[in-house]
């Protein structure tokens, strides 16, 4: 898969088929659409390309709300689509001005003008151009007379629920892990640098890597223990990752987000770590002595051994 981030540098990629969205998360919902244009792609004799933007929509049309959290920040969200069989990823500048375009537009100058597709894939949500007044059937009526394959890619549900990043992040910020990993069709990544902390988890017989997360609107589940895998240089450990805002050490705003990796020996300052979420154990706690906070870590880390030995045997 090749990546293209500039604006100018996909003059050599018209007469192709080509999907276009945000894809954050990269969930079962966006497989379905990914897998769908490199089929339609293979069945054209042509390649696949994914059209998605940096930054999300919704921080530039809406510069002022700062409610919104990604699934994944741009690079996790290239790592995933590393791993489909896509042919290109052209990222293109969402800016204020383009979100002003027309419906039409967008159609005639972007879709057409750039790209020139074959075929045109889009989920049955998917909307364009200014207030997104765009939709399915106004890009059948504005590509009638030229020569190209459209499909609209059907709702996508599991246990009910639609398949959507929207209903991801709900269940991620209540804690719902294995629900929002069904949804995914992958486990939840944390990922981001390790650096120095205050050695509170050595002195209670836990060291712990204190995590940076680098994008400032990744969305972080609820304060709490988590049962989790841990990816350090090439290996994976066993994860007890904590989320919160350290009540029974000190009192304040700060989230910490700290893993102990079982087993591991050596430093770990400056490394990249992807934390793969399992399971939510309990919510974050105040504990009046160091010695019960040590009691209860001990009481998580059993249950964390049971439930990852449990998903290893459950995946082997």
Do not use: W
């Not at 999300?56 to 510069?63: L, M």
């Amino acid at each position: 898969m090749k990546v293209h981030r500039e604006q100018d540098d996909v003059a050599h990629l018209k007469g192709n088929v080509v999907t276009i969205g945000t894809f954050d998360g990269v969930h079962r919902a966006h497989q379905s659409i990914i897998n769908a244009i490199v089929d339609l792609a293979h069945a054209k004799k042509c390649e696949s390309i994914l059209i998605t933007f940096e930054p999300h929509p919704r921080s530039v049309v809406y510069p002022k709300n700062d409610e919104l959290r990604l699934l994944t920040s741009l690079e996790e969200k290239l790592a995933l689509l590393q791993q489909t069989a896509l042919d290109h990823v052209v990222v293109f500048p969402f800016t204020a001005e383009f979100s002003q375009q027309q419906p039409e537009e967008y159609v005639h100058n972007f879709l057409l003008g750039k790209f020139n597709p074959k075929g045109i894939i889009i989920g049955f949500d998917h909307r364009f151009g200014i207030n997104r007044s765009g939709n399915f059937e106004l890009l059948k009526n504005q590509t009638a007379e030229n020569d190209i394959t459209l499909v609209e890619i059907s709702k996508k549900v599991s246990n009910e629920i639609k398949i959507s990043s929207s209903a991801i992040r709900r269940a991620l910020i209540a804690g719902n892990i294995r629900d929002a990993n069904r949804l995914l069709g992958y486990r939840y990544l944390i990922t981001g640098t390790v650096i120095k902390g205050e050695s509170i988890g050595t002195t209670l017989g836990y060291p712990t890597a204190n995590l940076n997360v680098q994008h400032p609107k990744k969305l972080i589940p609820k304060p709490g223990i988590y049962a989790a895998f841990v990816h350090v240089r090439g290996d994976r450990y066993d994860g007890l990752l904590y989320i919160g805002h350290k009540p029974s050490i000190q009192s304040g705003p700060d989230l910490f987000i700290e893993v102990n990796l079982r087993n591991f020996k050596g430093y770990l300052y400056g490394e990249h770590l992807q934390i793969e979420l399992v399971d939510f154990i309990r919510d974050d706690e105040k504990f009046t002595t160091l010695d019960d906070l040590r009691l209860k870590i001990q009481e998580d880390e059993q249950q964390i051994i049971s439930i990852l030995e449990a998903e290893k045997d459950s995946n082997s």
